[in-house]
């Protein structure tokens, strides 16, 4: 919203009239420049730029011609091989686009702008302050660590030069590190006093070097005195409550509005300058431009004529040159161009003031500094018919596709609304080859499963509309004669009876208090020892519930939002490679963690190592950690859990009734292709008996009396040595033996396995330790029901351990379909 745009008037003038403020020097700085103020404490008004692209939607070719031209000044001033030996800095986030255009214009230089986003094993090169910023700290984190250690010309790009004080501070930081003989400090606008203008030339003498100024125009801002009490006073009448954010529209998600378009990003291509960008980068991405900018031309509405392509904070670059590539593709449409901020600005909807209208929503880029507002300026009330949002992948998270998400309130305001998502590069890490399509989103409640929509996203396909059920011996047979995988079809989901339903009850009533200090153990240990914002991925479906609990529990003791997602694997198959394929390319693999309910013999766990195995030599995609978090651990498979010893968990006593009403997963071929997600089934027939909810919430009541214990177990943990032993592995083969089965896949160890064993398999016999209590009255009374004898042992490393039937068929049941022994 120039000048032009806002009926003659220039956009500076509401706060030049209350303020009294005056903008000297070139004619064109009015045309260039707007105000508005924000709530700083350091500088109240900003200057807003008509044509960096930030704030105010412009055309593509404006804010991109802009940076061209200085950089081609910058060459003419270097010479040709001055500007070979050149690097190009800009600063984040509203200079990345800017600083880039100027690289561009230059031609032959790298470049690289400033981040702060941390990258972690990657070591910054060098770093400083912004003393006026919103949001200070910058890092600079180059691929190559040689990119600054260099003596040619170092070129640094910021959207204004108001005091001098960031350039100051760069040169003096890398300076220390790399003495140049000649800097050059590109700007739009300078804007700096005379006094500040002196200080510039002060330090070059000091430092010995040349430091040369190219800019589009120069001035200056009179500011009265007290000027920045008055901006206050006027952001708190105006913005009387900076924090609070528009609700979400009703329950509806965007997602039913949102276009996903696949560019076809080239592999490997940086999605901008964060960690350097050559003119070798730039060659392929000039190359590629034209066919991804007509992949997003062919998804806009035909009868779009006013586009806003969004950029992303600091990703501006790759967003204007689509936008720019989009014009010359689309010459009858209005393309615009503008990116969400960090940076907090008072909105007021006049035409003398440069920021008209604000949409705000959370970060959906797991920052490192923590969770806050962004905002989108002057994009409501524009009169757009659509809206391409370019966002990376690591911003590409359920706080964007949520209810108060920036989907959702671009969604509210534009009709039309198209997700594209850029790849983000992170320096040595292999890429996962393109795939004919992308990979659908997670599956959330109420529409799969009964669980909240927020509490856990399945990576998985709905398969409720197809009959996979068989009863249990038929099953048995198919998969004990090699004529099936236990993954192909489901059990019939056993409906529990009234006593069974009360013992459930009295064993959640009895054990909530000990499940929530476990759940608090093996969270916490993640946290420490894992990452500080992991992604948790549980193994569907057992692990479901214990990843959601994790996550409360995060929310209870840290405020913490964790993402949380289920997968699918399959012994003897592996993990869904697919899934996998969606988390890496949303999250850093580093960062995932993978959830199960509890260890029985390990199979899984080593399952899972072998899965990531295969997958890392296959995709090239590095950094998933096989070391499977769990809830119980009594075959010390593991090293991170929250309880080693063998109890009831209730979640284990049903089977979709407690887990969200999904059924078992599913991998068959004929309903999942080389690119589809394992399936599963969502039984929403029986919601009537569903207690999934009742029971996160019964252990989620005990969180706070369980904070102490906590505290002393994870003390106590964190010190010592969890290295798994296997010994539950030992024992299950020798249980093999010694009772004939020779098969270590028939012998189920554990509380939690053995009630499987009753509930889907055709069970043989139990096994249970001599003088267990109560975790075993739910074994018994399934075991009664099914006709399977409980046999006690004294020796026995875990509470119980489950017998399937060995060399099982239909012959080897009772008339009424009850196991016989052999």
């Known amino acids: 919203?120039?000048?032009?745009?806002?009926?003659?008037?220039?956009?500076?003038?509401?706060?030049?009239?209350?303020?009294?403020?005056?903008?000297?020097?070139?004619?064109?700085?009015?045309?260039?420049?707007?105000?508005?103020?924000?709530?700083?404490?350091?500088?109240?008004?900003?200057?807003?730029?008509?044509?960096?692209?930030?704030?105010?939607?412009?055309?593509?070719?404006?804010?991109?011609?802009?940076?061209?031209?200085?950089?081609?000044?910058?060459?003419?001033?270097?010479?040709?091989?001055?500007?070979?030996?050149?690097?190009?800095?800009?600063?984040?986030?509203?200079?990345?686009?800017?600083?880039?255009?100027?690289?561009?214009?230059?031609?032959?230089?790298?470049?690289?702008?400033?981040?702060?986003?941390?990258?972690?094993?990657?070591?910054?090169?060098?770093?400083?302050?912004?003393?006026?910023?919103?949001?200070?700290?910058?890092?600079?984190?180059?691929?190559?660590?040689?990119?600054?250690?260099?003596?040619?010309?170092?070129?640094?790009?910021?959207?204004?030069?108001?005091?001098?004080?960031?350039?100051?501070?760069?040169?003096?930081?890398?300076?220390?590190?790399?003495?140049?003989?000649?800097?050059?400090?590109?700007?739009?606008?300078?804007?700096?006093?005379?006094?500040?203008?002196?200080?510039?030339?002060?330090?070059?003498?000091?430092?010995?070097?040349?430091?040369?100024?190219?800019?589009?125009?120069?001035?200056?801002?009179?500011?009265?005195?007290?000027?920045?009490?008055?901006?206050?006073?006027?952001?708190?009448?105006?913005?009387?409550?900076?924090?609070?954010?528009?609700?979400?529209?009703?329950?509806?998600?965007?997602?039913?509005?949102?276009?996903?378009?696949?560019?076809?990003?080239?592999?490997?291509?940086?999605?901008?300058?964060?960690?350097?960008?050559?003119?070798?980068?730039?060659?392929?991405?000039?190359?590629?431009?034209?066919?991804?900018?007509?992949?997003?031309?062919?998804?806009?509405?035909?009868?779009?004529?006013?586009?806003?392509?969004?950029?992303?904070?600091?990703?501006?670059?790759?967003?204007?040159?689509?936008?720019?590539?989009?014009?010359?593709?689309?010459?009858?449409?209005?393309?615009?161009?503008?990116?969400?901020?960090?940076?907090?600005?008072?909105?007021?909807?006049?035409?003398?003031?440069?920021?008209?209208?604000?949409?705000?929503?959370?970060?959906?880029?797991?920052?490192?500094?923590?969770?806050?507002?962004r905002y989108a300026y002057n994009v409501a009330g524009a009169d757009f018919d659509a809206v391409v949002a370019v966002v990376d992948s690591a911003a590409d998270t359920p706080a964007l596709h949520a209810p108060d998400g920036l989907l959702a309130r671009l969604a509210e305001h534009i009709p039309h609304v198209l997700l594209t998502v850029v790849p983000s590069y992170v320096p040595g890490a292999a890429t996962a080859p393109e795939r004919p399509a992308m990979l659908p989103e997670p599956l959330r409640g109420p529409a799969f499963s009964s669980y909240a929509p927020d509490e856990v996203g399945w990576l998985l396909q709905d398969l409720s509309d197809v009959t996979l059920e068989a009863p249990t011996e038929e099953r048995e047979e198919a998969i004990q004669r090699g004529g099936a995988h236990y993954a192909e079809s489901l059990p019939v989901e056993y409906q529990p009876s009234e006593d069974y339903q009360r013992l459930f009850h009295s064993a959640l009533d009895a054990s909530a208090a000990r499940i929530a200090t476990a759940v608090g153990v093996v969270t916490e240990t993640v946290l420490a020892e894992r990452s500080p914002r992991p992604v948790l991925v549980s193994l569907a479906r057992a692990g479901t519930p214990v990843g959601i609990l994790m996550r409360r529990w995060a929310q209870h003791r840290h405020g913490l939002d964790l993402p949380h997602y289920a997968v699918s694997i399959v012994r003897g198959r592996g993990i869904d490679a697919n899934a996998l394929r969606w988390l890496a390319a949303h999250h850093d693999p580093a960062d995932v963690v993978f959830v199960d309910g509890w260890t029985g013999k390990g199979a899984i766990t080593r399952e899972l190592a072998a899965a990531l195995q295969e997958f890392e030599k296959a995709e090239g995609v590095t950094g998933f950690d096989p070391e499977i978090a769990v809830l119980a651990d009594p075959g010390s498979c593991v090293r991170t859990y929250g309880t080693r010893e063998d109890f009831l968990i209730p979640s284990a006593c049903l089977n979709s009734t407690v887990s969200g009403l999904i059924s078992r997963t599913v991998l068959r071929a004929d309903l999942v292709g080389p690119h589809d997600y394992h399936g599963a089934k969502f039984y929403r027939e029986l919601a009537g008996a569903d207690v999934s909810a009742a029971f996160l919430d019964a252990v989620s009541a005990r969180f706070a009396e369980a904070d102490d214990a906590v505290d002393a177990q994870v003390k106590e943990l964190l010190a010592a040595d969890r290295t798994p032993t296997w010994e539950g592995w030992a024992a299950v083969e020798r249980i093999s033996e010694e009772y004939g089965i020779h098969d270590v896949n028939l012998v189920k160890p554990g509380v939690g396995e053995t009630t499987r064993v009753l509930l889907r398999r055709v069970p043989w016999k139990i096994l249970a330790r001599a003088g267990a209590g109560a975790d075993l009255d739910h074994v018994r009374l399934l075991a009664e029901q099914r006709g399977v004898p409980v046999e006690e042992v004294a020796e026995l490393p875990y509470t119980c351990v489950g017998l399937i039937h060995p060399q099982f068929t239909r012959g080897a049941t009772g008339a009424d379909g009850k196991a016989v022994a052999v």
Do not use: C
């Not at 250690?149 to 070129?155: F, I, K, N, R, W």
């Not at 801002?221 to 920045?228: C, F, M, S, T």
């Not at 509005?257 to 490997?268: A, C, I």
């Open 1 to 373: 919203m120039n000048k032009a745009v806002n009926d003659g008037v220039w956009s500076g003038s509401w706060v030049a009239q209350r303020l009294g403020l005056e903008l000297m020097g070139d004619d064109r700085l009015t045309d260039l420049l707007g105000l508005a103020l924000r709530r700083n404490p350091k500088r109240a008004h900003l200057l807003v730029s008509n044509v960096l692209g930030k704030h105010v939607p412009q055309s593509p070719s404006v804010v991109y011609g802009h940076g061209l031209a200085l950089g081609r000044r910058v060459r003419a001033l270097l010479g040709d091989d001055a500007a070979r030996r050149a690097v190009v800095l800009g600063y984040a986030e509203t200079a990345t686009g800017l600083g880039h255009s100027v690289a561009d214009g230059l031609a032959l230089a790298p470049f690289l702008h400033s981040t702060r986003r941390p990258v972690a094993g990657l070591t910054p090169a060098g770093g400083f302050e912004e003393s006026h910023s919103h949001a200070t700290s910058h890092l600079l984190l180059p691929e190559d660590p040689a990119l600054l250690a260099g003596s040619g010309p170092l070129v640094l790009v910021d959207d204004e030069f108001s005091t001098g004080n960031t350039v100051l501070n760069t040169i003096r930081d890398l300076h220390a590190r790399h003495p140049r003989e000649h800097y050059v400090v590109v700007a739009l606008v300078d804007m700096r006093s005379a006094a500040d203008a002196g200080r510039l030339k002060a330090f070059a003498e000091e430092i010995g070097a040349r430091i040369d100024l190219v800019t589009t125009a120069s001035g200056t801002v009179k500011l009265p005195e007290g000027v920045l009490e008055k901006g206050q006073a006027l952001v708190a009448e105006y913005d009387p409550e900076p924090g609070a954010r528009p609700a979400p529209a009703g329950p509806r998600t965007p997602d039913g509005r949102v276009t996903r378009v696949d560019l076809r990003w080239p592999p490997g291509l940086p999605d901008g300058g964060r960690h350097g960008f050559t003119p070798e980068h730039r060659t392929r991405l000039e190359a590629a431009l034209p066919a991804m900018a007509a992949r997003l031309a062919d998804a806009l509405p035909g009868g779009a004529r006013r586009v806003l392509v969004l950029g992303f904070e600091e990703l501006m670059y790759a967003p204007l040159r689509l936008a720019h590539e989009l014009e010359r593709l689309r010459p009858g449409a209005e393309i615009r161009f503008s990116t969400t901020t960090r940076s907090p600005v008072l909105a007021v909807d006049d035409p003398g003031y440069a920021i008209r209208t604000r949409l705000v929503f959370p970060a959906h880029d797991d920052p490192a500094d923590g969770p806050g507002d």
